[in-house]
């Protein structure tokens, strides 16, 4: 019900249903509803003009038709090329830092609102097109427009300038800017729909990036396994092992098993109490729970015990963690005092921003947001991709209007 909800809202301009719709990454449900919308409009316009169509001598068989319907054309164009060049225009007329590039998380949060949108635009449109099949005739007689067709594009062009603007944060100017340029991978759609040998090198190249994708992850998963039944066999044979504990919990947490994560560390804590290590990825565990009060008990002792943990990452764990259980003072104190010796560093500069805006204090949390976009523009581009999320989290943050959401 929240997902029709969300559907309608949409159809309403509502930027909270299209957040809420970006936020769900239900891609299969997009292409469903798209591929169900194009095929509703497609064949209520082939209906409605059949008469005007040539007899053809041989009629299609299932697989002409639905070539003809450039259902999978429109589908690959639209989620294999359109969406990633919307995302990467955005980024780069931002100008923030993020440049011409695109994330999996972006992607999925643009496609799973986009893909339902333009679906559900078809399947509004495709009564109108039977209700008003007349032609808009120009040039004394010489062109003829659809009136289905005209009102087709005047919807997506609206809603997807106001979907652009308010996925990526942008000015209205911006956004119109960025939906013109995308209008340049129009040339691939025609490829796609003109000629047939172009559609199967087009699905060819994106199944065997998968299929890379798969071996990749099978091959790190047998890594996995055995390294998991290795500190199995070690707790076997001696169960007062600490460090097998420990080993056993990082990749029980690495495979997101917070649980088995959890219970490995505490035993190991429970052997060796000291150990800076065990506290710290005790504190990683729960802070992935979200259980921020134990969470911030282990990245304390963490502190006690080595101040220097991580290079200093520490200090930014128990900021962060202070700010997430409201000790706002104990947050800046800590997260000023590490931004002092990591001036760079987004993850912590952002969390500073976020205790700033806690505080009523916007114009200088604004002042650490930008801070991190401008020094995002001056470092090289590795440097970018290994923080990209804390700069799109201060794009967001530093665009977003209305309340800020603590994350």
Do not use: C
């Amino acid at each position: 019900m929240n997902y029709l909800a969300d559907l309608v809202g949409m159809l309403a301009f509502r930027a909270r249903a299209l957040g809420a719709m970006a936020g769900k990454h239900a891609l299969g449900r997009g292409f469903v509803l798209l591929t169900a919308g194009y095929v509703a409009f497609a064949l209520v316009r082939n209906s409605v003009y059949a008469v005007l169509q040539e007899p053809a001598l041989v009629q299609p068989g299932f697989w002409g038709s639905l070539f003809r319907l450039n259902l999978l054309q429109i589908v690959l164009f639209l989620s294999l090329v359109y969406v990633p060049s919307v995302i990467v225009l955005g980024n780069s007329i931002a100008g923030d830092g993020l440049g011409f590039s695109i994330s999996r998380k972006e992607y999925q949060s643009h496609a799973s609102a986009l893909l339902p949108l333009w679906g559900v635009i078809f399947l509004v449109v495709a009564p109108l097109q039977w209700l008003v099949p007349q032609f808009l005739v120009l040039a004394d007689g010489t062109i003829g427009i659809s009136l289905g067709l005209i009102i087709l594009v005047a919807l997506m062009a609206a809603y997807s300038v106001w979907a652009i603007k308010e996925l990526n944060y942008l000015s209205v100017a911006a956004a119109l800017g960025v939906f013109a340029l995308s209008w340049f991978t129009l040339p691939i759609f025609y490829i796609l729909s003109s000629f047939l040998f172009a559609l199967p090198l087009f699905i060819i190249f994106p199944l065997l990036y998968l299929a890379f994708q798969r071996w990749h992850y099978m091959l790190t998963a047998r890594k996995g396994d055995r390294n998991l039944q290795r500190q199995l066999r070690l707790l076997t044979i001696n169960p007062r092992d600490a460090d097998a504990h420990y080993q056993l919990g990082l990749l029980h947490l690495k495979r997101r098993n917070l649980d088995a994560a959890e219970k490995s560390f505490s035993n190991a804590l429970a052997i060796e109490p000291g150990d800076a290590d065990y506290h710290y990825f005790m504190g990683r565990t729960r802070e992935l729970q979200a259980d921020w009060p134990r969470a911030l008990e282990q990245y304390e002792e963490t502190y006690r015990i080595n101040p220097e943990y991580g290079h200093g990452d520490i200090f930014r764990e128990v900021g962060k963690s202070y700010l997430h259980t409201d000790k706002l003072g104990n947050a800046i104190e800590f997260l000023k005092f590490f931004l002092e010796n990591r001036t760079s560093d987004p993850e912590g500069r952002y969390w500073l921003a976020v205790v700033l805006q806690k505080m009523g204090k916007d114009d200088q949390m604004r002042v650490q947001l930008a801070t991190i976009l401008e020094q995002a523009r001056s470092n090289p581009r590795f440097f970018r991709k290994e923080n990209r999320e804390w700069l799109y989290r201060a794009r967001v943050r530093l665009r977003q209007k209305g309340n800020y959401i603590l994350r």
